[in-house]
């Protein structure tokens, strides 16, 4: 392993915000999606990464940022920031805005990560999990008095979930947006990808093409494209390598994040579905994403009500030649149950080695 | 017309939209259609970089279209994902970009604007 590269592991905020004012509440409400750019930027500036392109529809504004994605809902906002950002200090200046100018407050609160592969990178205080739900605690306002902070732990000492989740209701439900019950949210980090697979993400020395047109190809040639085809893709390709994209269908988001470099390579997939959707559906888009990366290790994080999403993910990977190494569920304030499962390759040295 | 080069020209209302595609059709200009919306925070993003660049190409018209005014005409042009622009050279799609991408959206007017003065 190299002694220092990228560290592709994201850190991701979720926060979900309630107002008195119709206007910004619901599927037809604008809410956060009324802030100005200056203020996402001031949020941006904070946490060190700039936007490289975005799109939106009916139901959410996307953007790609030069470390990973941000996503605006109408009373959700999703961050996500690999290398060394400093993600957690988007706190402040997002619940001042969103207050200020728009008149909502926060209702829910859940950040998450995996392991670190370049822990000793990493500025305070994400050095470790105590600092940050420290940091976590004194960010958030006391109405989000439920609080919960856990460490997943998987057999592979390399993999464990980060949780904290913080709520002004005591309860696991998702509450103010009855229609979010049913969804489910998959975040797969995945480790070791295969090296054929893993050089498609790398520029072609003079392509002359600009980061939009050679994401763009990228998402054709290795069939990112294909994983949901209703999705509109907005994808950005770094120089000399590197890949980001978010998909929009509907009132859904899904995001790819790739960090090709042999040592350290890492790809994350991130989408959510309803419990509702067609069994299969996750079982095709789980094959695709297989398909893409062929990552000898890959963690897949589900966060949902119900528990049947979980089996349905196992049930998708191991007739891929996935072996199920470890599973951990616990259950947070306002997110539900959390299932934390990991798996290996059957035919990687990691499986031959450890098993 | 003078008093709207080097600007984005706004196009509130129907007959607005058509006096511009009418009057870019008669240009020979490339005309950029910025598809975009009042909620649509990319396109917030994108907008003042928009504005440079019409002040430094007064040879390309740049119209801006907001979905909700002019509902139908987003709906003619299959405009689903905000924003979006369309490059239009005498009254023929020539070439669309989908989202606020600033190279992507300065390389294609370059394309365009090029192959418009090797064919002059």
């Keep these: 392993m190299a002694v220092s590269g990228f560290e592709g592991f994201e850190k991701r905020l979720e926060l979900h915000f309630f107002g008195d004012d119709p206007k910004n509440m619901g599927t037809l409400g604008l809410g956060l999606r009324l802030l100005d750019f200056d203020s996402i930027q001031e949020v941006l500036d904070e946490v060190q990464c700039t936007v490289v392109s975005a799109v939106a529809n009916h139901y959410f504004d996307a953007y790609v940022l030069s470390e990973s994605s941000l996503f605006v809902y109408p009373t959700k906002i999703i961050i996500k920031t690999c290398g060394t950002t400093q993600l957690l200090k988007s706190i402040p200046p997002l619940l001042r805005h969103a207050s200020l100018d728009l008149g909502l407050t926060l209702s829910s609160c859940r950040y998450t990560r995996g392991n670190f592969i370049f822990p000793r990178a990493q500025p305070f205080p994400y050095t470790n999990f105590q600092n940050e739900v420290v940091y976590l605690e004194e960010s958030l306002p006391a109405a989000l008095c439920y609080r919960k902070a856990s460490v997943m732990p998987s057999k592979t000492p390399s993999h464990a979930w980060h949780v904290f989740s913080a709520s002004t209701q005591n309860t696991t439900c998702r509450f103010g947006d009855s229609d979010e019950d049913d969804f489910y949210t998959l975040e797969i980090c995945m480790t070791e990808l295969d090296r054929d697979l893993a050089r498609n993400f790398f520029r072609r020395p003079g392509d002359d093409k600009n980061g939009d047109s050679a994401g763009k190809e ?138 | 017309m003078a008093a709207e080069e080097g600007q984005v020209v706004s196009c509130h209302t129907l007959d607005a939209w058509n006096e511009q ?84 959206l300065q390389q294609t007017i370059a394309k365009h604007v090029a192959a418009a003065s090797a064919s002059a």
């Design chain 2, 21 to 104: 595609l009418q009057k870019g059709n008669d240009s020979k200009k490339l005309m950029v259609i910025d598809f975009t919306a009042s909620w649509c925070g990319p396109c917030r993003f994108i907008a003042p970089f928009l504005a440079e660049l019409a002040k430094k190409l007064p040879n390309v018209i740049f119209v801006k279209v907001d979905v909700d005014e002019l509902k139908s005409v987003a709906q003619d042009w299959a405009v689903e994902a905000m924003p979006t622009f369309m490059f239009l050279k005498e009254g023929k799609i020539v070439d669309k970009v989908v989202g606020a991408k600033k190279d992507e």
């Design chain 1, 218 to 355: 990228m998402t054709e040639l290795t069939g990112i494209s294909q994983i949901n085809p209703r999705a509109l893709i907005c994808d950005f390709a770094f120089d000399p390598c590197g890949y980001s994209m978010n998909g929009i269908d509907g009132d859904r988001h899904s995001t790819i994040h790739v960090t090709p470099e042999d040592g350290y390579s890492y790809a994350s997939f991130e989408c959510v579905g309803s419990v509702y959707d067609d069994r299969e559906d996750v079982v095709r888009m789980l094959k695709k994403v297989v398909q893409v990366f062929r990552p000898a290790t890959m963690s897949v994080s589900t966060t949902c009500e119900s528990h049947e999403v979980w089996t349905r993910v196992a049930g998708a990977l191991e007739p891929l030649g996935f072996k199920c190494r470890s599973c951990a569920a616990d259950e947070f304030p306002a997110a539900g149950t959390v299932v934390y499962q990991t798996f290996v390759d059957r035919r990687s040295n990691n499986y031959n080695n450890k098993s």
